[in-house]
């Protein structure tokens, strides 16, 4: 038997993350359907005659989806990476390159 070889890694156009402007119009249509519900909720709480446990349980949604919709939408993709820090250079009293105009 020959030794085994690894294969090479190949990727693939589907491996690829959804780009920022694809994952932020998702949040925002999320968070824009939430924000509908919540006021679908209030209207019904206050025009439908309903029993008080049911008109409750709308005035729990119109209060709470606010919450919820906002944390939705504040959250990153799965497959975007937190951001990374990087250590601060030695020498730090020097002006960077790309950052010289305005010292000029």
């Known amino acids: 038997m020959k030794g085994w070889r690894r294969k090479p890694v ?8 959804a780009s ?5 119009g998702r949040r925002e ?13 209030l209207i019904l709480a206050v025009v439908l005659p309903l029993p008080w446990p049911y008109r409750l349980l ?16 504040n959250e990153r993709g799965n ?3 937190p951001p990374t820090f990087h250590t601060p ?3 730090q009293s020097e002006i960077p390159r790309h950052r010289r105009e305005i010292g000029s």
């Open 79 to 81: 497959d975007v990476p």
């Open 58 to 73: 709308f005035i729990a949604g119109a209060i709470f989806l606010p919450y919820i919709a906002v944390i939705g939408a």
């Open 10 to 17: 190949v990727h693939q156009v589907t491996d690829a993350q």
């Open 29 to 41: 249509k999320r968070y824009l359907v939430q924000m509908g519900i919540r006021t679908l909720c």
């Open 20 to 24: 920022l402007t694809d994952d932020i």
């Open 89 to 91: 250079e030695a020498n």
